[in-house]
């Protein structure tokens, strides 16, 4: 079982997109089930809505999964099994108070090391934490060997005791914190191996202690994507408009090229230009660049100029509003100008709209209106502009001028001979 388990806390970045698709991926090569668990624990930041926006996301990329969990249906597990650790002494009652704990916090801030928690609570007396009324945490014991784990990217990581002090599992309220949640979830689930970006590292052997210390058995795998960076070098954030999923498609990208890209990034693949499916047959999780991967707007809309190009003539032209296969065609011709659904609409709609001529050709323009107006269907564009220039009188610049404005309301773009074959059959509609 693999799982993708997104916060309801803001739009969707394109790291935990990376983060769906890798999962979506290897849950197909290992034929095992891919689940979606929505971490909404943290109450206060959770947003409304957001978790039915990350599953129509991820329906929009056709990542398929077999379940949605709520991380807090599982709350009375998580209470359940920090009870049998405390029962077991694997965890203990502590009662620092917030304003000790960042008092210790500050000072090993000015000596200049890690803080780590001083356990003063990890052995008080039985009777004493029964009849204290004080509000309190539940930590869990740190550990006492070396915590190995197998990253299909970074190879084995260990990490030493003092790497993991004696954490808070329960909260002040009785909830649990991210790193319990998480660990128990895994657990419950029967997780194989667990895709994430690098930014979690720190919590694999907190989550790794907490599987052990509940007598859990079986290692989960790993893989620690590296980070995603912007033009600057340095981690994309959400002051990155193109970190968002919502504004790429807003933008005009395809879900499938965007996919195409995520997956191409820090990775070898066999081609530049593939589907989802496609890579299926040969993602290799091991083959992911240690090095974090920079994200490059001009090589996705590249990419997605690609994905265009290769789509059927008549859905090519429902992203410009149309469902006309001659339509799609002249959309094509106008992909050699435009990256993006919404740049191509752009080149589009003023094919259709009310045309804002020049000054300069505003009279011939004019007259050549008139004379397309009352002229007979002709199949040829040869056919056609020499019955407009021999019935309007135009020639040379006064003539292909007004008749380029005209026709597609910009005074520069594709070959007007190429664009009438698609739009000969438009021409009532486009002289108004």
Request: charged share 30%; with cysteine; aromatic share 10%.
């Amino acid at each position: 079982m693999l799982r993708f388990a997104p916060s309801p806390t803001g739009d969707m970045h394109i790291g935990n997109l990376r983060v769906a698709l890798f999962n979506y991926i290897v849950s197909q090569q290992k034929k095992e089930d891919l689940i979606v668990r929505i971490e909404d624990t943290d109450k206060e930041r959770n947003i409304e809505g957001k978790d039915q926006e990350i599953l129509d996301i991820l329906g929009l990329f056709d990542i398929k999964y077999s379940q949605v969990i709520h991380q807090s249906q599982n709350f009375r597990f998580h209470s359940a099994m920090a009870l049998q650790l405390v029962h077991e002494k694997k965890a203990f009652a502590c009662f620092c108070s917030p304003e000790w704990l960042e008092k210790k916090r500050e000072e090993a801030k000015e000596a200049k090391k890690p803080y780590r928690y001083d356990d003063a609570c990890a052995e008080l007396p039985h009777e004493l934490v029964i009849d204290n009324m004080n509000p309190f945490t539940i930590r869990i014991k740190r550990p006492t060997e070396n915590i190995t784990i197998k990253d299909y990217i970074k190879g084995e990581v260990t990490f030493k005791p003092e790497d993991v002090d004696s954490f808070i599992i329960m909260r002040q309220d009785k909830t649990p914190t991210y790193n319990f949640a998480c660990a128990v979830d895994d657990m419950l689930s029967d997780i194989s191996i667990v895709i994430r970006g690098e930014d979690h590292m720190s919590n694999t052997p907190k989550q790794d202690h907490i599987r052990t210390s509940l007598n859990y058995d079986k290692k989960i795998e790993y893989a620690h994507l590296p980070i995603i960076l912007n033009d600057d070098g340095k981690k994309m954030s959400k002051r990155d408009d193109a970190s968002s999923v919502k504004w790429l498609l807003e933008e005009g990208y395809l879900p499938s090229a965007i996919a195409n890209y995520l997956i191409l990034i820090g990775n070898k693949t066999p081609k530049e230009i593939f589907t989802l499916q496609e890579a299926i047959e040969w993602f290799d999780l091991s083959a992911i660049s240690k090095s974090p991967a920079r994200f490059d707007i001009n090589m996705l809309k590249h990419i997605n100029k690609k994905h265009l190009k290769n789509l059927d003539a008549k859905e090519l032209s429902r992203y410009v509003g149309f469902a006309d296969a001659e339509i799609g065609e002249l959309a094509r011709i106008y992909l050699e100008e435009a990256g993006t659904t919404k740049e191509l609409k752009s080149k589009i709609a003023p094919i259709f709209a009310k045309k804002e001529i020049p000054e300069e050709f505003a009279e011939s323009a004019k007259i050549m209106a008139e004379t397309i107006k009352n002229a007979p269907y002709f199949e040829e564009y040869d056919d056609f502009k020499n019955y407009i220039m021999k019935e309007s009188g135009l020639k040379g610049k006064n003539f292909f001028k007004p008749l380029r404005y005209l026709l597609t309301g910009a005074g520069h773009g594709p070959d007007v001979a190429e664009i009438y074959k698609y739009l000969k059959n438009y021409i009532g509609a486009i002289i108004k």
